[in-house]
Nanobody, 123 residues
């Protein structure tokens, strides 16, 4: 089992920045990829960004050039730096760790999830 805890959400004005953090603990041996999803009210949960153990990344088109995902292997922590925030970025952001490859992140909702952290961008 892997436990996942997010932090760093909040309220920010459009054009501002936020940094989300996600710490994992437990049996990390099988974990291959991790990342961030978001879910706005009435919408499905979508992938925002993913990263592998080796540091390869992928991003949703809507956040490319604005968001950066990174990880600290020693701390089992993954980060999401969000810049130039827009009102459409408003959502609950969920951290995910999984024992599947990064390509699976856009296809299937599985693995270990955090409780979610609210990001609200005011226009």
């Amino acid at each position: 089992q892997v436990q996942v805890v997010e932090s760093g959400g909040g309220l920010v004005q459009a054009g501002g920045s936020l940094r989300l953090s996600c710490a994992a603990s437990g049996n990390m041996f099988s974990i291959k990829s991790m990342g961030w999803y978001r879910q706005a009210p009435g919408k499905q949960r979508d992938l925002v960004a993913g990263i592998t153990n080796g540091g390869s990344t992928n991003y949703a088109d809507s956040v490319k050039g604005r968001f950066t995902i990174s990880r600290d292997n020693a701390k089992n922590t993954v980060y999401l730096q969000m810049n130039s925030l827009k009102s459409e970025d408003t959502a609950v952001y969920y951290c995910n760790f999984r024992d599947l490859n990064i390509e699976s992140m856009s296809r299937v909702l599985t693995g270990y999830w955090g409780q979610g952290t609210q990001v609200t961008v005011s226009s």
